[in-house]
């Protein structure tokens, strides 16, 4: 089997998927799940929508790639889409969240170099933090668990502070400081909010030093949230926002938005990737990007997640410390092994994920139906009983 020949890098469990529809997926065997994991938060529109289907059918029998020496009709569209829904001046594509972070790395040193001289290279981000598996982006991570001696050594010129901590702020940025990077709910750490006040300080007091601001919003863009950018409810108005996960529903794809100081930093031959914005992946995230967009789609993420909510915080039950979140995007902070939870869940048919230490992830589709939701939520209820 592929299992026993796939390097098991992610601890994979001993299940095979072969298809799904909305947010139900089914396995090898026949039996079928609700899915609360999204394939964490990618497959935002569920599986197997109609619409995405279609453009992708469509545009696979049109063209799938083209060199980046050339702009494509879907790309350049979809781009233009992009921008005007966002509010920022330019993008950069490219395959997954882990290159848009990157890309954004690599921004923010340019514009420290053009903005301060090369002692202007230090990016700022935050305990819990997680930003991707390269070398760069482990680093830039704020876990310490993800910085073990094998990969070792990592690049230099980071530094890490404590979210919503006021006092961290008084010496957190100077001189040598060419951004702050930040997620807008730190997903992987926990699904732990960023206080918005902190947020709208923390960015402040960086552009008080000269560096330029970047939101990690690989997890919580693209209406994870109930708005289309996480950013957008914290008010603290990046300058660069790096996307991937559920951008193109499915489809491999990340992106690095950037505007006011942040545009015009990159050049011809600042940073390239080969597949990065092929036509099949912007025909997808176009598609993503239109739904998104529709009157009271994002209304309904947020009350989706709200209702999620409290009717788990309603259960009352002593084996639950905490439920936290944002739009469709929720911690269970739990007594006990996650993980241990998580395996009860897959046998009794739910699908979600651990994050942090102690803490259940819930980030199901945005149009899950509130049968599913309900459905869901009673799985997770007699697994957290026991």
Not at 187 to 216: F, M, S, T
Not at 231 to 248: D, H
Not at 327 to 343: C, F, I, N, S
Request: with cysteine; aromatic share 8%; hydrophobic share 40%.
């Amino acid at each position: 089997m592929g299992s026993k020949i796939i390097v098991n890098n992610y601890g994979s469990f001993d299940i095979t998927f072969k298809s799904g529809k909305g947010a139900v997926v089914k396995d090898v065997n026949g039996k079928k799940y609700i899915d609360f994991l999204a394939g964490i938060a990618v497959n935002c529109l569920g599986h197997n929508y109609a619409p995405l289907v279609r453009a992708i059918r469509k545009q696979a029998g049109r063209q799938i790639h083209i060199c980046n020496y050339f702009t494509s009709d879907v790309g350049n569209a979809y781009a233009e889409a992009l921008m005007k829904a966002t509010g920022f001046d330019g993008v950069y594509f490219g395959n997954s969240g882990a290159e848009a972070n990157e890309a954004a790395i690599k921004l923010a040193r340019k514009y420290g170099q053009l903005n301060g001289g090369s002692a202007r290279k230090t990016i700022v981000t935050l305990e819990h933090s997680f930003h991707g598996r390269t070398l760069a982006t482990l680093r830039a991570t704020g876990q310490d668990k993800f910085h073990p001696d094998c990969f070792a050594p990592y690049p230099d010129g980071f530094k890490t502070i404590k979210a919503n901590d006021y006092d961290a702020l008084k010496t957190a940025f100077d001189s040598s400081t060419a951004a702050l990077m930040m997620e807008c709910v730190q997903g992987e750490g926990g699904v732990i909010l960023i206080d918005p006040k902190w947020a709208q300080a923390a960015a402040k007091a960086a552009r008080d030093a000269g560096a330029i601001v970047i939101a990690d919003e690989v997890q919580t863009g693209m209406g994870r949230t109930g708005s289309l950018l996480a950013s957008e409810q914290l008010q603290f108005n990046p300058e660069v926002v790096t996307l991937a996960k559920g951008i193109a529903g499915g489809v491999p794809m990340g992106a690095c938005l950037f505007r006011g100081k942040a545009a015009g930093v990159f050049q011809a031959g600042d940073h390239q990737s080969t597949f990065g914005g092929n036509p099949l992946a912007c025909a997808a995230a176009h598609v993503v990007l239109k739904k998104l967009t529709s009157p009271d789609f994002l209304e309904h993420v947020t009350e989706k997640g709200e209702y999620m909510r409290e009717v788990i915080r309603s259960w009352g039950l002593p084996v639950i410390k905490d439920v936290r979140g944002l739009g469709l995007m929720t911690g269970v902070q739990v007594d006990g092994d996650p993980v241990a939870y998580e395996k009860a869940a897959l046998d009794a048919g739910l699908l979600f994920s651990t994050a942090g230490t102690d803490t259940l992830r819930l980030v199901p589709p945005l149009n899950i139906s509130q049968k599913q939701i309900d459905a869901g939520l009673g799985i997770l209820r007699s697994v957290l009983e026991k």
